[in-house]
């Protein structure tokens, strides 16, 4: 599967993402998010080759903002305490990169794994 | 070799989602605890605006609707229409702030911490369940259960508890709980026995007859009874000499046979906490208003989130203001429209050792009073987080848990191995009895009537009404002894060794408005020696309760800000005495740091101010000295501990004995050290370990920076949850008893009044809540370190003009 994906092609992917995974995570366990994630990838066909990238991107953007936008709504001195646990020098912003790469790693792994069910049979 | 390539991308994300749910030795599971839907970011509270919000809440269990307000401080002020509705909600809103904590330290008490944190809390649990906790908490409990009153609350207290924890899910369980990974469980009515029992483990455990008998067996009895006296050379005894007693003594019993027992070898490094309190109250002719007043300070180990939590509770025939303990119903420490109470750790002996001759290895009996004997045995079983779990058999003979046996290593160096325990902490009890009593007191004598029902921990209870009395019991139950019975470890053969009986309450030491004007207790000696019982031969040193009581004798027209400078008093009062005693007779290096080092004592207004150089110095040059007198004699094998000569003791050795050969240190054989050299020595080394550590003399050396008190959080080590390095004076033989690790844990005054308007004052430190995302979690911490108190808010009905209420929350029948 050699289909290249046009641009905005790949925003409506993340978009969806996003949102789905946004959803999941209110009400479903933490971990649905890449098993949603990779039933999307599965059904919306989208190539092995971009199916990492565009998870990742996905569940950065949405663990990170989402524990930006929580932070801002809820202000407290948790996450500075947390980003002194981790350690990260009490950094808050390293806090958010951290909840980002998570979120992304688990949501490109189980993407690209979505991909491969699809393709590589 | 395609199927391989769509299965391997599967299983790497199944594998990382694995290893992320789950947590690997003490990193938690970080997918559940860093996702911002689930994890800690779901705890971060939003701080309450000056506003008063409204809320309503269904919870099963009540029977009529409750009325919550919470004050700026976080603090809930309860009105229910019956006794059962006021504890549902006590439950309810204490585990809404401190469920983690709540669960925590009964799992602690309960030798259950192994289930969270896996093998390594095996040897506290194993301790924990040796010494009879559970045991301990299953007895009482069946004493609780005689009195139908303590019964319902327990009940009604758990169940607002398992109110608020089925309202839980996953995502909103409080931090901790998402970073040891685990789940709470169901509260139950025995929990807040075993919580209340644990008090017994932090304040009445301390044993020394260990280390005491092996002193005997070095030294002998006439050295051990002279440097280990059974009474203070300076003392102010907690109930004032000359008070009239009112009681018949009943006889006392017959001395054991003469006994010196094994003694025996460990390593195990003992922690020997700073833990004692202070309570005192006054009477109307000493105060600007004319009625009493009333200030307690209990010293405990410094925590987050914190030991104490503020309620007021109010319903028909009650309406009490004070701190609680999360696990157990009731104020512990507090006041209400007529009479205000506090309590004080009593130091008297209530443990004691048996040495235990078993008939063979099976351990199924053992020799006493002239025969064999059958032990009963409970087994315990440990549920070990990863692990298989073990059951372990724990034999009792008559006198109580065999805690070690002989060819076991023990957990902390005071315990013996081979003896059976005897201790006040397994008795039926019922102190949540007096609790509920004296939530309700309105008077001496009812006071006095709810004190009746209480065992252990013994306390001093210190009172005042607003009819005018001040009083304080001595009060607990005290074993029956003969002199000095249970200084030593005792023959578990002899039956004259045994405990025969109790001290009759009413015998306890008490007194009631005394001439001079006011009761204090600062855990000093309970009574002078012509108390006809024997209680204890060691106490907490005397310095606390002298300073108050000199304090209080001198001051008149008192009011709350007077009460609150004695609570933060930092006068060194054993400075007084020992600083020219040292300064006579120490011959110091001349010039350079030494000099000023003696300039600095020299200027030293003898106040453990924060920024004192002058405590700094003395503190350690003290530490150092016992350590230069002593430990050549009494530390000298690590695998025998000793207790060492209190200073008290060394004092009097200072003043009247300059010859004697203690002074000499035996580990230098051809040189023998006059009190000359061991002073100025002394000081030497203590000035070279401050410039070690805080470099040339200056503001590096304030007493604040070398003392470092901290409060840490409940889990060890988690310094990110925990405010360290916090700016205060004080010390161990303090007013202000703030050391590195413990502290006054509640600071209260109470000043009473006719009308039934009392004013009180008080703060801890710490924060309300227990959840460190709440603004409530430590923002009491800085009123309490600048020793200021804050205002308590003692209302009649949920409502308030002076705009202090921020949030109310209705508590409804949930169908």
């Not at chain 1, 305490?81 to 790693?105: D, N, Q």
């Not at chain 2, 009060?475 to 200084?487: A, E, H, I, R, V």
């Amino acid at each position: 599967m050699k289909k290249s994906l046009s641009f905005s092609y790949q925003v409506a992917i993340v978009l969806v993402m996003v949102v789905i995974g946004a959803i999941s995570g209110l009400y479903l366990p933490w971990y649905t998010l890449g098993i949603l994630f990779a039933l999307l990838a599965y059904i919306l066909r989208i190539p092995t080759g971009r199916a990492f990238a565009l998870g990742l991107v996905s569940g950065f953007l949405l663990w990170a903002v989402s524990a930006f936008w929580i932070d801002g709504q809820h202000p407290s001195s948790l996450p500075e305490r947390m980003a002194h646990l981790f350690p990260l020098g009490g950094s808050v912003v390293g806090l958010y990169i951290v909840t980002g790469v998570l979120g992304g790693l688990t949501g490109g792994l189980w993407a690209w794994a979505g991909a491969n069910l699809r393709f590589n049979k | 070799m395609k199927y391989i390539k769509s299965i391997f991308p599967l299983a790497l994300a199944i594998i990382w989602t694995y290893a992320l749910h789950n947590s690997w030795g003490t990193l938690p599971p970080l997918g559940k605890l860093m996702s911002p839907f689930h994890g800690f970011w779901v705890n971060a509270e939003v701080p309450e605006s000056a506003e008063l919000s409204e809320e309503n809440l269904q919870i099963p269990g009540l029977e009529k609707t409750v009325t919550v307000v919470y004050d700026e401080m976080g603090i809930p002020h309860v009105f229910a229409e019956n006794d059962h509705d006021l504890y549902v909600a006590q439950g309810y809103l204490t585990a809404k702030d401190r469920l983690w904590q709540m669960e925590f330290q009964t799992h602690f008490a309960g030798g259950r911490i192994s289930e969270i944190v896996g093998e390594k809390g095996m040897v506290s649990d194993q301790f924990q369940r040796r010494m009879g906790a559970v045991y301990g908490a299953e007895k009482s409990f069946e004493g609780m259960k005689e009195d139908p009153k303590a019964t319902e609350t327990l009940q009604a207290y758990s169940d607002g508890v398992n109110a608020y924890i089925e309202s839980l899910t996953e995502r909103n369980y409080p931090l901790e709980y998402k970073l040891l990974n685990y789940a709470p469980e169901k509260w139950t009515p025995i929990k807040s026995a075993l919580f209340l029992k644990n008090m017994s483990f932090v304040l009445a455990s301390g044993t020394d007859d260990l280390k005491m008998t092996n002193i005997l067996r070095k030294y002998g009895k006439k050295v051990a009874e002279d440097l280990f006296p059974n009474y203070p050379f300076v003392e102010s005894p907690i109930i004032p000499v000359g008070t009239p007693k009112d009681f018949k003594p009943v006889p006392i019993p017959e001395s054991p046979i003469d006994f010196i027992g094994l003694g025996s070898a460990m390593k195990t490094p003992e922690k020997d906490p700073n833990i004692g309190s202070n309570n005192w109250a006054v009477s109307g002719n000493k105060t600007v208003s004319g009625l009493p007043m009333l200030a307690n300070d209990p010293h405990l180990t410094l925590s987050l989130p914190s030991i104490w939590y503020q309620m007021q509770l109010v319903a028909p025939g009650v309406n009490v203001y004070g701190s609680t303990m999360p696990g157990t119903p009731n104020v512990i420490v507090g006041f209400n429209k007529n009479v205000a109470w506090g309590v004080t750790n009593v130091g008297s002996d209530i443990l004691d050792w048996y040495q235990v001759k078993f008939k063979d290895a099976s351990k199924a009996e053992y020799w006493h009073d002239g025969k064999w004997k059958k032990t009963t045995m409970r087994i315990e079983k440990f549920n070990i987080k990863g692990k298989e779990s073990f059951v372990d058999t724990v034999f009792f003979t008559h006198h109580g848990p065999v805690v070690y046996l002989s060819h076991e290593k023990p957990f902390k160096s005071n315990i013996p191995v081979g003896h059976a325990l005897r201790w006040i902490a397994h008795e039926k009890s019922q102190e949540l009895t007096t609790f509920y009593k004296l939530n309700r007191a309105a008077n001496y004598a009812d006071y006095a009537q709810a004190l009746t029902y209480y065992s252990a921990p013994a306390q001093n209870f210190i009172f005042a009404s607003n009819q005018g009395d001040i009083a304080l019991w001595v009060n607990g139950k005290f074993p029956l002894k003969s002199y000095t019975q249970g200084k030593y470890l005792l023959d578990g053969t002899d039956p004259k060794a045994d405990w025969t009986g109790f001290i009759p309450q009413s015998h306890n030491p008490h007194a009631k408005n005394p001439v001079r004007g006011f009761l204090s207790s600062a855990n000093q000696s309970s009574v002078d020696p012509s108390y006809p019982y024997y209680m204890g031969w060691q106490y907490a040193p005397s310095e606390r309760g002298r300073r108050i009581n000199e304090r209080l004798e001198a001051m008149s027209k008192i009011t709350m800000d007077s009460l609150r400078g004695l609570q933060n008093d930092n006068f060194n009062i054993r400075a007084r005495t020992l600083l020219p005693l040292l300064m006579a007779k120490l011959k110091s290096p001349a010039g350079g740091v030494y000099g000023q080092a003696v300039n600095e004592l020299q200027r030293w207004n003898l106040q453990n101010a924060a920024d004192s150089k002058g405590a700094t110095i003395f503190e350690n040059w003290v530490l150092l000295l016992h350590e230069a007198i002593w430990a050549d004699d009494f530390s000298a094998d690590e695998n025998v501990p000793m207790n060492s000569p209190s200073m008290d003791r060394t004092i009097k050795m200072m003043q009247d004995e300059p010859q004697s050969a203690w002074w000499d240190n035996v580990k230098t054989k051809n040189k023998k050290e006059s009190m000359e050299e061991i002073i100025s020595g002394s000081f030497k080394a203590s000035i070279d370990t401050l410039v070690k550590k805080h470099g040339p003399l200056g503001s590096e050396w304030a007493w604040y920076k070398h003392k470092q008190t901290g409060i840490r959080h409940l889990i060890p080590g988690m310094d990110a949850l925990s405010r360290l390095n916090i700016p205060m004076g004080g010390g161990g033989t303090i007013v202000n008893a703030t050391t590195t690790k413990t502290g006054p844990s509640w600071r209260m005054i109470v000043e009473l009044s006719k009308e039934g308007r009392p004013k009180a004052h008080g703060v801890y430190p710490g924060g309300q809540s227990g959840n460190p995302g709440s603004a409530h979690y430590d923002d009491l911490i800085d009123t309490w370190a600048k020793g200021e108190l804050r205002s308590l808010l003692y209302l009649e009905k949920p409502e308030d003009a002076t705009g202090r209420l921020r949030k109310k929350i209705i508590l409804s029948i949930k169908k």
